[in-house]
């Protein structure tokens, strides 16, 4: 498994696999030109995850430019999920987000229904800080999100 900057010629994939996992309601999305524009932001990087030379998945992350040093896993998708590549990527990811860009708290928000991935982050040593009640909307329902968080301190331990 392999970690490498994601590309504008990356995005059919990524949109792929966004679509299919936000129709499951394990991610949100974003439309193709938002992504365009987050691709070009210094304060934002795409990585994808291969396997063997071939896209496997994908993380995004925000707030690469943060004078707090707050670093946010926007999003990450494994294509095919349930095989352990969510938790050795997400690892990697980890690795990146502390060494390579010093930061001090690496932060995310999951939907409170997404049991499997709150305890891929739990064992990987986030923490659960709280929960933001009903505050996504999709359809006509409110769906909450439960904000997790792991220091630099942490991520040594």
Not at 9 to 19: A, K, N, R, Y
Not at 36 to 55: F, N, S, T
Not at 120 to 143: H, N, P, Q, S
């Amino acid at each position: 498994m392999t970690l490498r900057r994601g590309l504008a010629t990356d995005l059919p994939f990524i949109l792929q696999q966004e679509h299919r996992f936000r129709d499951l309601g394990f991610v949100g999305g974003d439309d193709a030109r938002t992504h365009e524009r987050q691709l070009a932001d210094p304060d934002c990087l795409y990585l994808l995850i291969e396997v063997e030379g071939a896209p496997a998945g994908y993380a995004i992350l925000r707030g690469l430019a943060s004078v707090n040093g707050s670093v946010e896993l926007k999003r990450i998708v494994i294509a095919e999920p349930g095989q352990g590549l969510g938790r050795r990527a997400l690892q990697a990811v980890i690795q990146k987000v502390f060494q390579e860009f010093h930061a001090h708290r690496f932060w995310l928000d999951v939907f409170v229904d997404n049991v499997r991935a709150r305890h891929v982050y739990r064992a990987l040593g986030f923490v659960e800080e709280g929960t933001l009640r009903e505050c996504i909307k999709r359809g006509e329902t409110y769906r909450s999100l439960v904000v997790m968080s792991m220091l630099e301190t942490e991520s040594r331990q």
